[in-house]
């Protein structure tokens, strides 16, 4: 339905999950044929992404891989209990925070995302439909081996020090 023009062409120099690089700004061009859905977005302040990662890893994805903030400790995990780019079936999902829309493209910040990404969908973020509810609150909400990790309120932005984008 469309793709993304961003500044970023190196995964290596990507960052890893968008509401962790909140102010890189992007865009998503959507088919002209197709602008006509993007009325009433720009109305909400987040929107979701779904992608199709395009750049191929140059080996079969794994099913167990170490995410980057357990390098130190090398444990492996499922991929699907991760948000590892190299998968099975590569599909991506952005939470972006959403800028602005003009005629057929989405002004939006918060970019992990490669330029010239394949767009499969768009729908708009909205707290009340996409946080789950819990009785004891969101604090008690089960974070796997991210909380284990001691990562939860962390700001780290990147698994080494950011690289200026090609």
Do not use: C
């Amino acid at each position: 339905m469309g793709h993304v023009v961003s500044a970023r062409r190196e995964p290596a120099h990507t960052p890893i999950q968008s509401l962790r690089n909140p102010d890189e700004q992007a865009q998503v061009v959507v088919r002209p044929e197709l602008a006509q859905g993007l009325d009433g977005l720009a109305e909400f302040d987040y929107a979701w992404l779904l992608t199709w990662l395009h750049v191929p890893s140059a080996d079969e994805p794994e099913l167990r891989v170490v995410p980057f903030m357990l390098r130190e400790t090398g444990e492996r995990v499922g991929v699907f209990a991760t948000r590892y780019p190299q998968r099975p079936n590569p599909l991506g999902l952005s939470v972006v925070r959403v800028l602005g829309v003009e005629a057929n493209v989405l002004h939006f910040a918060g970019v992990d995302l490669l330029d010239g990404t394949p767009v499969l969908d768009i729908k708009p973020w909205e707290q009340h439909l996409d946080v789950p509810p819990h009785p004891r609150g969101l604090a008690a909400i089960r974070g796997g081996w991210y909380q284990r990790a001691g990562v939860v309120g962390n700001d780290q932005l990147y698994p080494d020090p950011p690289a200026t984008p090609q």
